[in-house]
């Protein structure tokens, strides 16, 4: 209870080292925030050309636009924030170093930053479910508790990241080499129906492809949801949290002294 008191009273620092990593990404760009839109447009129609229509991936009956962008927003966040968490505590030595506040600040700061650019795709994803003249039931209101579970995942295997990377720098250039491998054993490119049945039961080691199957299943109506492959992703993402937290926590004081 001590730990979560500390951050309420370092709030402040929160906001600011947040917005501070949302203005630093689009700092001296010509384009600046359509960044945040170009990179998943740009992978959507990539995916869809080649992977959906030369190679004839099966969509579960949904057009490859929609099918695409519903699992890349969640992805890209994903493998954009986390190694920007897993180097957060590295990449503020000084602050680090010559000022006490709760460290869990920095790797959180990082993953909440991600935000701005997911929102500014949902947006869009928003805009393409209309086109297409697709209208989620109302279990789209399930999207923000999706939204909260990739935080919550993405930040308790960020603080993990972030510790090891403390003492092990290998870790920096271990993330971006995972999440490149990770991709192809979640769902994003193909559907989970495709995998046989005997086989998914090794998808639910993967807590992405419980979360990259509630974001579509909850914003298409037509798409029945893997609700045993969902609750365990919930569950182990849960406990990912908790173990990083815990393992953060313990080891956080000799962060100053070995950084």
């Known amino acids: 209870m001590d730990n979560?008191?500390?951050?309420?009273?370092?709030?402040e620092l929160f906001?600011?080292?947040?917005?501070?990593?949302?203005?630093?990404?689009?700092?001296?760009?010509?384009?600046?925030?359509?960044w945040a839109v170009i990179q998943p447009v740009f992978t959507?129609?990539?995916?869809?050309?080649f992977f959906g229509r030369l190679g004839q991936l099966p969509s579960d009956g949904l057009p490859y636009p929609i099918f695409y962008l519903s699992a890349l927003l969640p992805w890209i966040y994903?493998?954009?924030?986390?190694?920007?968490?897993?180097?957060?505590l590295?990449?503020?030595?000084?602050?680090?170093?010559?000022?006490?506040f709760p460290r869990i600040i920095l790797p959180a700061s990082a993953i909440i930053g991600g935000l701005f650019d997911f929102l500014l795709g949902t947006a869009l994803l928003a805009g393409?479910?209309?086109?297409?003249?697709?209208?989620?039931?109302?279990?789209?209101?399930?999207?923000?508790?999706?939204?909260?579970?990739?935080?919550?995942?993405?930040?308790g295997v960020g603080m993990i990241l972030a510790a090891l990377n403390v003492k092990y720098r290998d870790v920096k250039y271990a993330v971006p080499f995972a999440i490149q491998l990770w991709l192809f054993v979640t769902p994003v490119i193909y559907p989970i129906s495709m995998i046989p049945e005997r086989?998914?039961?090794?998808?639910?080691?993967?807590?992405?492809?419980?979360?990259?199957?509630?974001?579509?299943?909850?914003?298409?109506?037509?798409?029945?949801?893997?609700?045993?492959?969902?609750?365990?992703?919930?569950?182990?993402?849960?406990?990912?949290?908790?173990?990083?937290?815990?393992?953060?926590?313990?080891?956080?004081k000799a962060?100053?002294?070995v950084v």
């Open 90 to 100: 590295v990449s503020n030595t000084n602050l680090l170093t010559k000022v006490y």
């Open 15 to 34: 906001y600011f080292l947040t917005w501070r990593d949302i203005k630093i990404r689009y700092k001296q760009t010509i384009l600046g925030v359509l």
């Open 199 to 252: 086989f998914r039961i090794w998808m639910m080691l993967n807590p992405m492809s419980g979360l990259i199957e509630a974001f579509r299943s909850v914003l298409l109506p037509s798409r029945p949801a893997d609700w045993l492959l969902i609750s365990v992703s919930i569950a182990a993402s849960l406990l990912i949290f908790a173990l990083g937290f815990l393992y953060f926590t313990k080891t956080e």
């Open 4 to 11: 979560y008191i500390e951050i309420w009273r370092y709030r």
């Open 128 to 155: 393409l479910l209309g086109y297409y003249g697709i209208r989620p039931t109302l279990a789209v209101i399930l999207w923000p508790l999706c939204v909260v579970m990739l935080i919550v995942f993405t930040l």
């Open 255 to 257: 962060f100053a002294d």
């Open 78 to 88: 994903f493998s954009t924030a986390l190694p920007l968490s897993a180097n957060s």
């Open 44 to 49: 959507m129609v990539v995916f869809t050309v």
